[in-house]
């Protein structure tokens, strides 16, 4: 079974320094990797995704992530926080083939000025 | 441009009383979804459709049921409103399998009282 986590429940960083949000997952396949952005009372926003193409993907507004399969690891990087990135943060899982799609409870990003 | 729209964005219900909530889609999806977010839960699954007349349960679908008349529409019913039914509830869609990005409603905040 497919299951996504989210090692952090709350990030807080400088605004100016990097960010690291990280990320888990466990599939028996291949899995599509999303992460995804949430400001307050927004819905949704996709920031990036990995599909096997391209183990490092750059997504919007800066951010990065890794894919790595011998440490079964997603995680999101910027290196240089906003303080417009404050906001919640879900990594998203899937298996190719399939219509489900798996959340991680969210990593919630607090930018200090 | 192409959009996924919710209604209402808020609603105040009492116990025991039926309130649907709509979702509209004009990406000509084939798949809609509907997530319930709860604060430590992330985004759960209640409800998810493939196609017009067809439904499927999600991970949280007891209270719950949806209807597929046509391509755009997935509207929710809540069958007898009970306050563990208070969350903020989102509809999102998305055209392929499970590769493909989720597009994501603005969500709608219920209140059971």
């Known amino acids: 079974a497919q299951s996504v986590t989210q090692l952090d429940s709350h990030v807080s960083v400088s605004e100016g320094t990097p960010v690291l949000l990280r990320c888990n997952y466990s599939s028996s396949y291949s899995p599509s990797l999303f992460w995804y952005v949430q400001h307050p009372n927004k819905g949704l926003q996709l920031l990036l995704k990995y599909t096997s193409a391209a183990t490092l993907v750059k997504g919007i507004n800066g951010f990065e992530a890794e894919f790595k399969k011998s440490e079964t690891s997603f995680h999101l990087t910027k290196p240089s926080a906003h303080m417009s990135d404050a906001a919640e943060y879900f990594c998203?899982?899937?298996?190719?083939?399939?219509?489900?799609?798996?959340f991680g409870t969210g990593t919630r990003l607090k930018v200090l000025a | 441009d192409a959009e996924i729209t919710q209604s209402p964005r808020h609603k105040i219900t009492e116990t025991g009383r039926q309130v649907t909530l709509a979702c509209h889609q004009t990406?000509?999806?084939?798949?809609m979804f509907w997530y319930r977010q709860d604060l430590g839960h992330g985004l759960r699954l209640i409800h998810y459709?493939?196609?017009?007349?067809?439904?499927n349960k999600g991970e949280v679908s007891d209270g719950y049921s949806v209807s597929r008349s046509n391509t755009e529409d997935l509207p929710l019913t809540l069958e007898s409103a009970a306050s563990s039914q208070t969350s903020v509830y989102f509809c999102?869609?998305?055209?392929?399998?499970?590769?493909?990005?989720?597009?994501f409603g603005s969500g709608t905040q219920l209140s059971v009282l």
């Open positions: 459709s493939y196609g017009v007349q067809d439904t």
């Open positions: 999102a869609s998305s055209s392929g399998q499970g590769n493909e990005k989720l597009f």
């Open positions: 990406w000509n999806h084939n798949n």
């Open positions: 998203v899982g899937s298996t190719s083939g399939t219509y489900k799609y798996i």
